[in-house]
């Protein structure tokens, strides 16, 4: 499996490593978790940290007044590859509940998680909401399931249930306001599905190609009718092989896609070596703009929350794949 902390290391020096890894992990978890406190104050906002910024955006929409969100991950950081400190491990000890997004996208923090569930601390992971018929399996992975939820727009309800219900459970002083801020989220999300859906049916169909860094896309491809391929795998943490760009290069040129897009956690120099491989096939492919996969863009910005961010994406989608400037050509 790419996802779990033991691929992070390997041979014998890699196996003490991961001995001594865990270990710290046991120490820290079981030490902050013996310290921390579960009372809040009658005026107090409930303490609860989130993992990404796409978690932690759908917990600030919810909690809203009566919750103090503290993210783990920054805009631009890779959930793949985030290996949480002692402070990090802190904060989530700390806090009174602790919410992820799961099915092993944080994957070098899945012993913290399970440490801390063994230690009677509340986690939510929030990809594991959705019912497992609706999950897809990562390609290649028998079992697995791809994590990237939260780019169906309709799976993501499911998520913002689960946050609802989970503040009520814990903070029962409000959970009036939660589930009321709940049921207005999902309204927005509903309009926000229906947008999308507009939106991407101006692309012609023979366009709807959506080709990217990683494999995070499969979601949005099933739920919007879009081919979706990616240069690496569901996780960033495998590289690709010069294998896997030739490959893709084939496809670009055969199929004659217009423009690939790079995504802003992931390093563009995987799609220059791709755009590379299909120019010295004699086919000019554009770089169709920059998406937001696995966390959202700077809070200051439009894309700096979960519907910005998707707006962000579809448009950039759009215009790329529907514009005559977007338009491939013949070198």
Same mark, same amino acid.
């Given at each position: 499996?790419? =996802?779990?902390?033991?691929?992070?290391?390997?041979? @014998?020096?890699?196996?003490?490593?991961?001995?001594?890894?865990?270990?710290?992990?046991?120490?820290?978890?079981?030490?902050?978790?013996?310290?921390?406190?579960?009372?809040?104050?009658?005026?107090?906002?409930?303490?609860?940290?989130?993992?990404?910024?796409?978690?932690?955006?759908?917990? #600030? %929409? *919810?909690?809203?007044?009566?919750?103090?969100?503290?993210?783990?991950?920054?805009?631009? *950081?890779? @959930?793949?590859?985030?290996?949480?400190?002692?402070?990090?491990? $802190?904060?989530?000890?700390?806090?009174?509940?602790? =919410? /992820?997004?799961?099915?092993?996208?944080?994957?070098?923090?899945? +012993?913290?998680?399970?440490?801390?569930?063994?230690?009677?601390?509340?986690?939510?992971?929030?990809? +594991?909401?959705?019912?497992?018929?609706?999950?897809?399996?990562?390609?290649? =992975?028998?079992?697995? !399931?791809?994590?990237?939820?939260?780019?169906?727009?309709?799976?993501?309800?499911?998520?913002?249930?689960?946050?609802?219900?989970?503040?009520?459970?814990?903070?029962?002083?409000?959970?009036?306001?939660?589930? &009321?801020?709940?049921?207005? /989220?999902?309204?927005?999300?509903?309009?926000? +599905?229906?947008?999308?859906?507009?939106?991407?049916?101006?692309?012609?169909?023979?366009? #709807?190609?959506?080709?990217?860094?990683?494999? $995070?896309?499969?979601?949005?491809?099933?739920?919007?009718?879009?081919?979706?391929?990616?240069?690496?795998?569901?996780?960033?943490?495998?590289?690709?092989?010069? $294998?896997?760009?030739? %490959?893709?290069?084939? =496809? *670009?040129? %055969?199929?004659?896609?217009?423009?690939?897009?790079?995504?802003?956690?992931?390093?563009?120099? !995987?799609?220059?070596?791709?755009? +590379?491989?299909? &120019?010295?096939?004699?086919?000019?492919?554009?770089?169709?703009?920059?998406?937001?996969?696995?966390?959202?863009?700077?809070?200051?910005?439009?894309?700096?929350? /979960? *519907?910005?961010?998707?707006?962000?994406?579809?448009?950039?989608?759009?215009?790329?794949?529907?514009?005559?400037?977007?338009?491939?050509? %013949?070198?």
């Amino acid at each position: 499996m790419i =996802f779990g902390a033991a691929n992070l290391f390997s041979g @014998p020096a890699g196996s003490a490593a991961l001995r001594g890894w865990r270990a710290a992990v046991g120490v820290a978890v079981a030490v902050t978790v013996g310290c921390s406190g579960d009372e809040v104050g009658p005026t107090e906002r409930l303490p609860a940290v989130a993992t990404t910024t796409i978690v932690a955006d759908l917990v #600030r %929409e *919810i909690g809203g007044p009566d919750v103090s969100v503290v993210s783990l991950m920054g805009p631009g *950081i890779d @959930p793949h590859l985030f290996k949480p400190s002692e402070g990090d491990i $802190a904060r989530m000890s700390r806090a009174a509940i602790v =919410f /992820y997004s799961g099915l092993h996208l944080e994957g070098k923090m899945t +012993e913290v998680f399970e440490r801390m569930r063994q230690l009677g601390r509340p986690t939510v992971p929030l990809a +594991e909401c959705v019912p497992v018929d609706k999950r897809l399996t990562a390609a290649g =992975f028998s079992g697995v !399931y791809d994590p990237h939820v939260w780019f169906d727009v309709g799976l993501w309800k499911h998520a913002a249930s689960c946050v609802s219900e989970a503040l009520s459970e814990h903070d029962p002083r409000h959970a009036d306001a939660y589930r &009321e801020r709940g049921r207005r /989220y999902l309204e927005r999300l509903d309009a926000l +599905e229906a947008a999308v859906r507009r939106r991407i049916e101006q692309v012609p169909a023979q366009r #709807r190609v959506l080709v990217t860094a990683h494999d $995070a896309f499969a979601y949005f491809g099933r739920a919007y009718g879009i081919e979706v391929r990616g240069l690496l795998g569901v996780s960033t943490a495998a590289e690709a092989g010069a $294998a896997d760009v030739q %490959e893709l290069a084939d =496809f *670009i040129t %055969e199929r004659r896609i217009p423009a690939m897009f790079v995504e802003s956690s992931v390093p563009e120099r !995987y799609v220059q070596a791709l755009r +590379e491989a299909v &120019e010295s096939r004699g086919w000019q492919v554009s770089i169709g703009g920059t998406l937001f996969s696995d966390a959202l863009g700077d809070p200051q910005t439009p894309a700096g929350s /979960y *519907i910005g961010t998707v707006r962000h994406n579809v448009e950039t989608i759009v215009a790329a794949l529907s514009e005559p400037s977007g338009a491939g050509h %013949e070198r």
